[in-house]
């Protein structure tokens, strides 16, 4: 798989990456342990390098679970990991049943990084993002504490997740931020307003998670479609039975730019993210092997201008319905 660089202090990775969450975090029942390890070392034999995590996953299980799967490979791959929640048990840190307590003291920081590295069995934390930005602790600090662990070698590159651009700048004068994760894809723009002219100006890379959509740009959701319990799925407004019924035209019109492609609807929006900056690494999960090897497909697959400006005609005219996230987590969003 060809690779690509986030931010200018030469963080390689490959062209796709592998979002872990849901495999056992957030889709309702987690898979086997030896399920989920053979899925990430499938990824690794295939060509992917990039693998993402965080502390808050599971808690704590999903980075035990990378750290196994990934021990063989030390030094072959690149993982990312979070802080920036306060998981006590007596608070909810999952923004959906209740809006999650945030936790970006330099103190607490160090602590998190601490524990991550022994759940994921390494010596330094590759790429480290805060979680959601903290509004009681300036991004100043927060940039500052993870200077100073990557002078200590615990950690080489600095990230953000789901970042106005005011505060990426903030960040970004303190210590080199090498990449943001936030949201983006074919049904949600927004970051090509602000974001994106500002991630280019700083030579920041960006790596758009839940570049499918949370999987209704796979087209295997519909009106019908039922979640199962335990999946967040099920309170995202945009997910809900009428924004889906709406929101079809959009599958329908990337059915049929696919199919003249030779290439699945999911491929296509894959694509589509690729073909927009070199420095963009999108991360799709799956619990499936047939699915993740869909997914890499998407990267040898090569969209000429024409055939993007095909898919920004094509889809230009819907106007897709629902908010991204409940109440709950939007108000963890940066401005």
């Known amino acids: 798989m060809q690779k690509r660089k986030l931010g200018k202090n030469g963080l390689e990775v490959s062209a796709?990456?592998?979002?872990?969450?849901?495999?056992?975090?957030?889709?309702?029942?987690?898979v086997a342990k030896?399920?989920?390890?053979?899925?990430i070392r499938a990824a690794v034999e295939r060509g992917v390098t990039f693998f993402d995590t965080a502390e808050v996953y599971g808690p704590y299980i999903n980075e035990e679970l990378v750290g196994e799967a990934l021990a063989p490979f030390r030094g072959e791959v690149v993982?990312?990991?979070?802080?920036?929640?306060d998981l006590d048990p007596a608070k909810d840190p999952r923004g959906m049943k209740g809006a999650p307590a945030l936790d970006s003291r330099p103190a607490h920081i160090r602590e998190v990084v601490e524990a991550s590295l022994k759940r994921l069995k390494i010596d330094v934390i590759d790429l480290l993002?805060?979680?959601?930005?903290?509004?009681?602790?300036?991004?100043?600090?927060?940039?500052?504490?993870?200077?100073?662990?990557?002078?200590?070698?615990?950690?080489?590159?600095?990230?953000?997740?789901?970042?106005g651009a005011k505060t990426i700048r903030r960040a970004h004068a303190v210590q080199p931020v090498a990449a943001l994760q936030s949201e983006y894809s074919l049904w949600w723009r927004e970051p090509e307003d602000e974001i994106i002219p500002t991630l280019e100006e700083l030579g920041i890379g960006f790596v758009p998670f839940s570049p499918l959509g949370k999987g209704f740009l796979t087209g295997a959701i519909n009106q019908d479609t039922k979640f199962?319990?335990?999946?967040?799925?099920?309170?995202?407004?945009?997910?809900?039975?009428?924004?889906?019924?709406?929101?079809?035209?959009?599958?329908?019109?990337?059915?049929?730019?696919?199919?003249?492609?030779?290439?699945?609807?999911?491929?296509?929006a894959l694509a589509w993210l690729l073909a927009q900056k070199p420095w963009i690494v999108p991360i799709p999960g799956t619990t499936k092997l047939h699915r993740l090897e869909e997914n890499l497909g998407a990267a040898t697959i090569t969209l000429s201008p024409d055939e993007v400006g095909e898919i920004e005609h094509g889809i230009s005219a819907i106007a897709v319905q629902g908010a991204r996230y409940p109440d709950t987590a939007q108000r963890l969003i940066d401005r």
């Open 34 to 39: 030896d399920d989920g390890i053979a899925l």
């Open 79 to 85: 993982i990312a990991t979070k802080f920036g929640f």
């Open 16 to 30: 796709l990456g592998l979002g872990c969450m849901g495999l056992n975090f957030g889709y309702g029942q987690a």
């Open 129 to 163: 993002y805060q979680h959601r930005v903290d509004p009681n602790v300036p991004i100043e600090d927060v940039a500052g504490a993870v200077k100073d662990l990557i002078r200590e070698g615990k950690v080489k590159h600095f990230g953000l997740s789901e970042a």
């Open 228 to 268: 199962a319990s335990g999946d967040f799925r099920g309170v995202v407004p945009r997910l809900a039975p009428d924004a889906l019924k709406a929101n079809m035209p959009l599958i329908d019109t990337l059915e049929t730019i696919a199919a003249a492609k030779g290439a699945t609807v999911a491929q296509l």
